[in-house]
């Protein structure tokens, strides 16, 4: 069954600690994203990659990290210099890799620092 | 870089009525608008785009228009039934930035 998951669904994090969040795909999708989800917001892009080993800073990646090892993985670490890493994160990817087409989401993962 | 303003921030309709939400942009090299339904404690999904050379699209009771020289484009929803109620993103891409920039999104709430 194709689809794109992402793991946890809910994270709690003690101030000053780094958090992963995973996002795989089995679409055979070229380019993933993250973006983050505030109440009034809408969506936020942090990082998106387009190609294995190469990706592009957001509008917001500033305590963010990520890294594009394989084409199925797109792991985000929110480390403790995010200064309110509290969110809901969505992954997505998409064929192909110009603007254009659909993104395809991730149920999203919770971040809850306590 | 691109800016993408939605309004209403939230929008309560009678089943039966029609529901109309406007976003503008600001990057006039855009050339793609896609519209995501994202319902409670669920990923959004898209509902329906458009592409710079097409004026206006429907697909069913959902319709796009689009007006480039006004740089803003609508999603009309007619017939609201209750399964409507849910969170409309707009968005805008293409032009000199090469991403997708989203609105602040749209609570549409269909009472009964």
């Known amino acids: 069954d194709g689809g794109i998951t992402q793991s946890p669904k809910y994270l709690f994090r003690k101030e000053g600690q780094n958090v992963t969040l995973s996002c795989e795909q089995n679409?055979?999708?070229?380019?993933m994203y993250w973006y983050r989800q505030d109440p009034g917001q809408g969506l936020r892009l942090i990082y998106y990659?387009?190609?294995?080993?190469?990706?592009q800073k957001g509008d917001i990646a500033e305590g963010y990290s990520v890294s594009r090892e394989k084409k199925e993985s797109f792991p985000l670490t929110v480390t403790s210099a995010q200064k309110n890493p509290t969110a809901f994160y969505l992954c997505?990817?998409?064929?192909?890799?110009?603007?254009?087409?659909?993104?395809?989401f991730g149920e999203g993962s919770r971040l809850t620092v306590l | 870089g691109e800016n993408v303003e939605q309004h209403p921030s939230t929008l309560s309709v009678q089943e039966g009525d029609s529901a109309v939400i406007k976003c503008t942009y600001s990057?006039?090299?855009?050339?793609?608008f896609p519209w995501y339904k994202q319902e409670l404690g669920k990923r959004p999904q898209l509902i329906i785009d458009?592409?710079?050379?097409?004026g206006e699209k429907k697909d069913q009771r959902i319709a796009v228009t689009l007006n480039k020289t006004a740089k803003h484009f609508s999603l009309h929803i007619t017939e609201t039934q209750p399964e409507d109620s849910a969170v409309y993103f707009c968005?805008?891409?293409?032009?000199?930035?090469?991403?997708?920039?989203f609105g602040t999104g749209t609570r549409l709430l269909v009472s009964p």
């Open positions: 458009i592409r710079s050379n097409v």
């Open positions: 997505a990817s998409k064929f192909g890799t110009d603007p254009t087409g659909e993104l395809f």
């Open positions: 968005a805008a891409s293409g032009g000199g930035f090469q991403k997708l920039v």
């Open positions: 990659s387009q190609i294995v080993n190469d990706f």
């Open positions: 679409l055979n999708h070229d380019a």
């Open positions: 990057d006039s090299a855009s050339n793609y």
